[in-house]
């Protein structure tokens, strides 16, 4: 298992540089006029758990932009995947 420091060391600055990515995204969409929708309430739910200490925030974070439901869908009601679940709380 590698030490933090090594961790640090090999992935840091690619970290860094997706975290500066989103928030230039928010600023965007915070410019931007209009309503926003669902995806962008998936979004910050997923940066909610983001900021949880602890271990298994990728799948957390993966979750916040998941179908929840068990019974599957009778038909497909998009043509193209969003990204995030419509009906995101």
Known sequence: MMKRKQILDLYFMDARSKLIDLAAFLDRVDRGEGETDFRLR??????????RDKPDRAESVLLAFSDPTTEPAESADTKAACGAWPLTP
Do not use: G, P
């Not at 998936?42 to 900021?51: I, M, Q, S």
């Open 42 to 51: 998936a979004f910050r739910k997923a940066l909610v758990e983001l900021d």
